[in-house]
């Protein structure tokens, strides 16, 4: 008699579509990021981003673990995060996919380290990874913040499958709540 264990006897509480639906339900801001390799220039388009730590300034990227651009970083140790603007839809498009040419005929601004800071982007932060870890489908990258700028303007936004902008509601949460 063969035996089983209670994890192949569960039934799963979660599929795809439901998980990936509740996802969806969050509102997320959209970067681009960006490194060098070999001298030729990469990027991603990332939604997965998010601050870690204020001392020492830290953040975190998660990029598919088929991303060359993820590799490449992997590799060489640091990249450029490009926040984009509500104007720039067009590029997340372009970032999100596997073609070649991503950076062929996009402006770009100066350049920190010779990473690419996308024209239009509402800023950058400059990072060194500081660690790798795996998460199912996903590369994380942790790096600690060494320089960013700010531009202004309003943040592209990801909600549902789509893109979207951000309407600011005139004051700070700490003005609404009194803080």
């Given at each position: 008699?063969?035996?089983?264990?209670?994890?192949?006897?569960?039934?799963?509480?979660?599929?795809?579509?439901?998980?990936?639906?509740?996802?969806?339900?969050?509102?997320?801001g959209v970067t681009v990021v960006?490194?060098?390799?070999?001298?030729?220039?990469?990027?991603?388009?990332?939604?997965?981003?998010?601050?870690?730590?204020?001392?020492?300034?830290?953040?975190?990227?998660?990029?598919?673990?088929?991303?060359?651009?993820?590799?490449?970083?992997?590799?060489?140790?640091?990249?450029?995060?490009?926040?984009?603007?509500?104007?720039?839809?067009?590029?997340?498009?372009?970032?999100?996919?596997?073609s070649s040419a991503k950076f062929?005929?996009?402006?770009?601004?100066?350049?920190?380290?010779?990473?690419?800071?996308?024209?239009?982007?509402?800023?950058?932060?400059?990072?060194?990874?500081?660690?790798?870890?795996?998460?199912?489908?996903?590369?994380?990258?942790?790096?600690?913040?060494?320089?960013?700028?700010?531009?202004?303007?309003?943040?592209?936004t990801y909600y549902r499958g789509?893109?979207?902008?951000?309407?600011?509601?005139?004051?700070?949460?700490?003005?609404?709540?009194?803080?």
């Amino acid at each position: 008699m063969e035996a089983t264990t209670a994890q192949s006897q569960r039934t799963p509480l979660l599929d795809d579509a439901t998980f990936r639906d509740a996802m969806g339900h969050f509102v997320t801001g959209v970067t681009v990021v960006t490194t060098v390799h070999d001298g030729v220039p990469l990027g991603a388009t990332v939604s997965a981003f998010s601050s870690l730590s204020m001392d020492p300034p830290m953040l975190l990227v998660c990029l598919n673990r088929t991303s060359e651009t993820g590799r490449a970083i992997e590799e060489v140790g640091d990249f450029t995060v490009n926040l984009l603007s509500d104007a720039q839809s067009g590029l997340a498009m372009r970032f999100a996919s596997r073609s070649s040419a991503k950076f062929d005929g996009v402006a770009l601004a100066s350049s920190p380290g010779d990473h690419p800071v996308l024209s239009g982007a509402l800023g950058w932060v400059r990072c060194e990874v500081v660690d790798t870890c795996y998460g199912g489908t996903h590369r994380i990258l942790i790096a600690r913040a060494v320089a960013a700028d700010v531009a202004g303007g309003e943040p592209l936004t990801y909600y549902r499958g789509g893109f979207g902008d951000f309407t600011p509601w005139g004051s700070t949460v700490r003005d609404r709540v009194g803080a």
